[in-house]
Each structure stands twice: as structure tokens, then as C-alpha cells.
């Protein structure tokens, strides 16, 4: 029984490529000095699979930035403005296009399917020149080879490098780019004889796109890519991997029908349906490479389900067909647990990050073949035991509130417009009133108490009057510059997950278990592994104290439950909703402490909201249903007269707009400044919006400050589409990165502009 693993984390284990790569791009070291890092990290990779047995390893999982920009300098498909003069690709080319240089911006980046993951959107038109100019796959086919390691080369599939890539700037509307196959088929052909004649005998495509709604026309593609490539990988193994979700029907018969491939490998985690399929009818004499270690999430696996699926599937395709491997590849995970060193030892033994899969997968594997170490499994059984039993996990009055909860729609009696008006009764504010989004900058010397405070080097009381102090020169700041509505400046917050995580139960810290994001960038998710609930307030202390500074309204900050699940680790034993409104019952907790506090303006922040949306259509809705229903919980319980708010990060939700809707928010702020106007004409035609809407008037990941008259134009369009007594003015996100510097006259400016526009009203 063999064993196999779709992709490994490039990192490290301490962050070693982010932390070459950035010393690198500061030109404080050399380019050797980063390939050195580079290749000791993938020599430990391969090393450490080895050593466990895993016997399909794969190579070209490494990527010095992202693995679909290595494909396309594979195929020399760098756009014409970064002056790339032909020969292989190298840092200079590779990285102005992943991050810009001093005169051009990076190529678009995208979230990777509904991972938190990057990726660099290849920009094809139809004059692209593609030539072999990255040899990068069979190179590390090789190194591998040198360390004595034969491994499977893996290449982002074809068809699904074209699907995931945009049209050129100009041909937007006119261009297919499927037309583009045979030209990179061309490319690919070359890659498969390089990696032939180096030895290989497996290659692995990954072919994730498989997995989303695709037309007729597009899984023909797959059909002609795969017939053309036949010939060329004639005496290889050829395995088409998919991932993150299962394949439906239409996809699994072109998949399976696929001239010249050998392996079909499927994430049988979060595609469980596939199951179905396999079980109607699996090709005979080809291979199954069942994906049931989760490489999404950072839990233990359950080996006594797995190998009880295993051994159903072994009577569907044959012992000797059967490869146990991840559901995808393990980039999506934190890497080594054996370097946490503040989990207790109860938790760790619920989990398993990227170094433990490795050691599952074969532990699997090998169990299949009547190799089972007992201690392996029992210790493991034993692990899952206490995590169902376990007081730490299970709140009985919590899972009772959750499940009380589905009697009700749970909105607000009063609509939105009867509601705006008693609040307004109440705030008195002027037409176009303005506000920010929340945090103010972040200094050196904030960043610095925070540390100490935690590190027990400052005392309590050193903290609180030094935040104190913050958040005085903060709201004096807004009263100078006359802003309506204020904030405290979240100067006592790190992040807008964890500040909140760390005070709620059933949630757990890392300090490794760091995932990649984009390029060096990671993100160290919260582990959600029990009943969520809220023993005290979070924030009434921070907000009152900054309230009693003011007259003017002090808005509370929060952020919302769909945000804190989609940006956590989440439990793998209840559904995502049920998390989801056990955190929505503790934010509801705290709006209303909020609220009896004397806040009449609280912000609940959904950031991530759209982030959750399911890769296929059929399941958006109900996501959506049970996103929106949990934001709408946090506030049920407040009066007309508090004004709720919400933001949310990004304008493309012309999709969801009814889903933003039915938030049933007082206010919501999104960001708008990269956008243009469209949007808005979509909240006051697709429905009678009433309530208040802020649609971002200047970029804050921008250094740029932004002139009066360029605002004040900017509202003015706005105000083209949108009633003037709704609309809120600005900026697109909170402060939180940009410098005093930059904010003071960029909000003396957005100020000026409203005033501006207030006199011509
Ligand atoms: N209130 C948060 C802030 O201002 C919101 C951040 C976000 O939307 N990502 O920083
Ligand atoms: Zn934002």
C-alpha cells in the first residue's frame, strides 16, 4: 500500500524563506545566500518524507513566491511590460511580477479558490510568445535525485492554469482563453520530455478547477488537452489531481475517461460525495489516490474512520490501486507542531499540522497493508475519545443557546428608516456626517507596550495608562480635525481576530503555526476547539473609557462571527454554522454590555464575509442564510435609538447584494475608491436600501493623500446615485497600516470635503 502527499508547506518550520526572502528584497543578502535557504528547506522536506515512508514525494512544490507564477515562467508568459528579453526567467523578472519594481506595479493577485491562500493571475492575450523559460520542475527533479530521493513532479494542470488566468488588458471582452491550449500544450510537452529524460516515472497535474461549475465547453478542454499530451506521456504515470471540493458527476466522467493518465487524486474531506461516485464506477487498472488526511485544517486525523473508508475503496479498485494521500496540499496547513511550545499537551494531541500528516498518511498506509503500529493507533483513538468527551469542548448551556436559535430569523422589529430616525433624534449629526473605520496607526512604541504587557515586563497599570493615553490623543486628533463620529483607534488590539479570540473560550494560540498567505505574507489562525462563549466583556473597558473623553459618539468596535470563523481554524466535529452562532451569541453578549455601557454607535465588522462563500453555486445560498442570520444575532437585542454599523473590505458583491441587505446593518462602510460607481447604482436599484451607506472615498493602502477636490468629486458622483441623507463619509478600511503622517492630511482632507459639499446642499 503506497502513500503520498499533494504538496508541503515552503516556508519552514520558523519562517525561514519569508525571512530570506525579505532580507533578499532589502538587499541586505544575496541571491545565493536566498537559494541556499531555499534548497535546505526542500532537502529537509524531501528528507522528512522519506524517512516516513511516504513513497510518492512530490517536487516542484516549492515556490520562491507562488507556484502558478512559476507556471507561468515556465511557459514565458510574462507580460510585455515587464521588458523580459527571452532566455530563463530569473529573481529580477520573477519578482517585478509578482511585486512590482520602482517603476511598474505587481501583476493581480486572487484568492486561491476559498483558501486564504494568493495566487498571481496570469495575464494571457492573444499574442503571448510562450517559450520554455523556467526549467524550474525538473531542476528540483533533479536536486531531489541527488539526495538520493525520486520524486513526483508536480505541474499546475493546463487547463486549469488557463481557466485561472485573466485576458489581457485590452481584449477583456473578445478573447477565449482556451484558444490559448495547443500554444502551452507546446510548453508543457517540452517540460514532460525534460522530466522523462531526468528520470521521472510518475508526474502529478494538479487540475483543481475541476472541481467548480464548469460548462460543457470547458471539460472538453480537458478531454482535448490530455489527448493531445498522450503520446508525449506515453511510458510516464500520469496522475490529475483535484481539490477542495468534490468533483460533480459531469467532471468525474470527463476526469475519468482522460486519455493516458494512470491516477486520479480526489480530497475525499471536503468532496465526501466523491465517495459516491467512486463507488458507481472507478476506471479498472487505474489508480485511486484517496485524499482523507485533511490538509485544510490542523486536526488529527480520525484513523480508524479513514482506514475503514480505505478498505471499502480497496474492494473498489484492488489493493495494489490504491495510494493514501492529503485532500490537498498541505500549504494550507501550519507546518510543525512539534514546535508549539505553549499548547498543553492535551490540545496538541488533538492536532496535527503539516510535519504529523506526513506521519498519518503513511501510518495509513501502512496499517492497510497489515503493517498496523498499535501504539500509533491507539494512541490516536485515544486522542480522539477525549477530544468528543472533553469538558474543555463541550458547553452544555452553550450548545443549548446555539440550538435555540434556529426557531427565529432574529431581526430587529423596527425597519431600518423608522430606526435611522430615532437615532438621529438621538446623534444630531450633520448631513454627510463623517467617521473612519476603526484603528488609527499602529506606532513602534504601541506595538512595544503591547509586548511587554504580555511578556509581564510592564505592569497592568503601566499598560492601561499608556493605552489610555493613546487613545486620548487619538479622539483629540478627531475633535481637531471635526469628525462626527469617533473611534477609539484600536490601539490595544494586535489583530481583529485574536484580540477577540484570546478573550473568548474554545479558542486556542500557536506560536508557529504560521500559513501562508501571499509571497512572505502569513497568517497564524486561532484554533477554535470547543463551545464558544464570552466570560467577560471584551472591549465595554476600552470603549467606555474613550467615551467619557468625548461628547461626541464613540462608536464600540467588534469584530463580527463570520469574520472570526473564516480567518480561525475551526473545529471539524460540528458544523461550520453551528461555530458560527455560538460566536454570534458572544458578540451578542458583548453589544449589549456595549450598549448598557452607554455606547450608542457599535461597528461590527465583517471583513471576511464574503471570504466564506462556497466554490459552487449550489451552496452559496445557504452559506449566506446562516452568514447573515449570524450577523443579524449579534444585534437582535438592541434599541432603535443604537446605531449598528457594519464594514466589510472589498466592493465586488454585486452578487451578494441582498445578502448585505438582509445584515439588516444600520450603517455599512465598504470600501469603494478602487472601484468605480456601479456599485452604488446597485444598492439604490436592486432594492430601496434605506439604511446609511459609506462607500470608501479614499484608498488607505495608498501613501498617497488624497487632494480636497479629488474627495469632494468623488462624493459628488456618489451623491449622483445614492440619496444625500444616507450617505457616510470615509475612508476605504481602518488606519491601522499608514503612518500620522499621511492620515492627518489625508482626514483634514475628507473632512473639508464633506463641509465643502454640505454648503452646496
Ligand atoms: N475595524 C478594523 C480596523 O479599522 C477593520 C479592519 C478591516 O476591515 N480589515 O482596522
Ligand atoms: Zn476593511
Redesign the pocket.
Known amino acids: 500500500m503506497a502513500s503520498h502527499i499533494v504538496g508541503y508547506p515552503r516556508m519552514g518550520p520558523k519562517r525561514e524563506l519569508k525571512f530570506a526572502l525579505e532580507s533578499f528584497w532589502d538587499g541586505k543578502s544575496s541571491a545565493d545566500d536566498l537559494k541556499k535557504v531555499a534548497a535546505d528547506l526542500r532537502s529537509s522536506i524531501w528528507k522528512q518524507m522519506a524517512d516516513a515512508g511516504i513513497k510518492y514525494i512530490p517536487s516542484n512544490t516549492f515556490a520562491y513566491y507562488d507556484q502558478v507564477l512559476d507556471t507561468t515562467a515556465t511557459l514565458g508568459a510574462v507580460p510585455p511590460r515587464y521588458g523580459w528579453k527571452g532566455g530563463e526567467i530569473g529573481f529580477d523578472t520573477y519578482f517585478s511580477m509578482a511585486r512590482g519594481n520602482a517603476t511598474l506595479p505587481a501583476m493581480e493577485m486572487t484568492k486561491w479558490f476559498d483558501t486564504n491562500y494568493h495566487f498571481i493571475v496570469p495575464e494571457l492575450g492573444p499574442d503571448v510568445k510562450f517559450s520554455y523559460a523556467s526549467h524550474k520542475a525538473v531542476d528540483e527533479y533533479k536536486e531531489a535525485k541527488s539526495l538520493g530521493i525520486d520524486t513526483v513532479p508536480i505541474l499546475i494542470g493546463p487547463v486549469s492554469y488557463l481557466l485561472l488566468s485573466k485576458p489581457a488588458k485590452g481584449v477583456e471582452k473578445t478573447f477565449s482563453l482556451l484558444s490559448l491550449l495547443p500554444k502551452i500544450l507546446a510548453i508543457y510537452k517540452e517540460v514532460v520530455a525534460d522530466l522523462k529524460a531526468a528520470g521521472a516515472s510518475w508526474i502529478q497535474f494538479d487540475e483543481p478547477t475541476l472541481v467548480k461549475d464548469l460548462d460543457s465547453h470547458q471539460l472538453q478542454a480537458f478531454t482535448a488537452a490530455y489527448s493531445e499530451l498522450e503520446s508525449s506521456l506515453s511510458g510516464l504515470n500520469v496522475l490529475i489531481q483535484t481539490y477542495f471540493a468534490d468533483v460533480p458527476a459531469e467532471a468525474y466522467k470527463t476526469l475519468t475517461s482522460l486519455k493516458g493518465v494512470t491516477a486520479f487524486g480526489f480530497d475525499l474531506v471536503r468532496g465526501a460525495k466523491t465517495l459516491d461516485l467512486i463507488k458507481d464506477g472507478f476506471p479498472k487498472g487505474k489508480y485511486l489516490f484517496a485524499g482523507l488526511v485533511d490538509g485544510r485544517n490542523i486536526w488529527a486525523n480520525d484513523l480508524a474512520a479513514s482506514l475503514s473508508t480505505l478498505q471499502a475503496l480497496e474492494g473498489i479498485v484492488g489493493k495494489d490501486k490504491l495510494v493514501v494521500s492529503t485532500s490537498c496540499s498541505l500549504l494550507h496547513t501550519a507546518v510543525d507542531l512539534a514546535n508549539e511550545t505553549k499548547l498543553d499537551n492535551e490540545i496538541k494531541s488533538w492536532l496535527a499540522f503539516a510535519a504529523q500528516k506526513v506521519v498519518e498518511v503513511n501510518a495509513l498506509a501502512k496499517a492497510l497493508s497489515g503493517q498496523r503500529d498499535e501504539a500509533f493507533f491507539s494512541a490516536n483513538a485515544a486522542a480522539q475519545a477525549s477530544r468528543k468527551s472533553s469538558p474543555r469542548v463541550n458547553n452544555e448551556a452553550v450548545q443549548k443557546a446555539a440550538a435555540a436559535l434556529k426557531g427565529s430569523e432574529h431581526r430587529r422589529a423596527t425597519n431600518v428608516s423608522a430606526r435611522l430616525d430615532a437615532q438621529q433624534k438621538k446623534l444630531n449629526l450633520p448631513i454627510l456626517p463623517t467617521t473612519t473605520?476603526?484603528?488609527f496607526p499602529q506606532t513602534v512604541e504601541l506595538r512595544r507596550v503591547r509586548r511587554e504587557y504580555k511578556a509581564n515586563k510592564i505592569s497592568e497599570e503601566e499598560y492601561v495608562k499608556a493605552i489610555t493615553e493613546e487613545i486620548s490623543k487619538v479622539v483629540k486628533l478627531q475633535e481637531e480635525l471635526d469628525i462626527d463620529v469617533l473611534v477609539h483607534g484600536?490601539p490595544e488590539r494586535n489583530d481583529?481576530v485574536e484580540y477577540f479570540g484570546e478573550q473568548l473560550s474554545g479558542f486556542a494560540f500557536t506560536v508557529n503555526g504560521w500559513v501562508q498567505s501571499y509571497g512572505s505574507r502569513c497568517v497564524k489562525p486561532p484554533i477554535i476547539y470547543g463551545d464558544v462563549s464570552r466570560p467577560k466583556p471584551m472591549t465595554v473597558f476600552w470603549s467606555s473609557k474613550a467615551q467619557s473623553l468625548t461628547k461626541r459618539p464613540m462608536k464600540g468596535?467588534l469584530t463580527g462571527p463570520v469574520t472570526i470563523l473564516n480567518w480561525s481554524f475551526v473545529r471539524n466535529d460540528q458544523p461550520r454554522f453551528e461555530t458560527c452562532y455560538q460566536i454570534a451569541l458572544a458578540i451578542k453578549d458583548e453589544v449589549e454590555d456595549l450598549e448598557k455601557a452607554g455606547i450608542t454607535v457599535i461597528q461590527i465588522?465583517e471583513?471576511a464575509l464574503r471570504e466564506g462563500l462556497p466554490l459552487r453555486k449550489s451552496e452559496e445560498a445557504f452559506y449566506l442564510d446562516w452568514a447573515v442570520h449570524s450577523f443579524r444575532i449579534t444585534n437582535v437585542g438592541v434599541q432603535d435609538t443604537t446605531q449598528i454599523h457594519t464594514?466589510m473590505?472589498y466592493s465586488n458583491f454585486n452578487d451578494i447584494i441582498h445578502s448585505i441587505i438582509d445584515m439588516d446593518a444600520d450603517v455599512i462602510t465598504i470600501e469603494n475608491s478602487r472601484s468605480d460607481e456601479k456599485l452604488l447604482s446597485v444598492f439604490r436599484e436592486g432594492v430601496k436600501y434605506g439604511a446609511g451607506i459609506g462607500p470608501g472615498v479614499y484608498d488607505i493602502h495608498s501613501p498617497r493623500i488624497p487632494p480636497t477636490e479629488e474627495i469632494a468629486d468623488r462624493i459628488n458622483k456618489m451623491l449622483a446615485v445614492l440619496e444625500q441623507n444616507i450617505l457616510w463619509i470615509n475612508p476605504d478600511?481602518?488606519l491601522?497600516t499608514r503612518k500620522y503622517a499621511e492620515v492627518n492630511p489625508a482626514l483634514t482632507n475628507m473632512v473639508a470635503a464633506a463641509k465643502l459639499l454640505r454648503t452646496q446642499l
Open positions: 473605520i476603526g484603528s484600536e481583529m468596535m465588522d471583513a464594514h473590505c478600511c481602518g491601522k
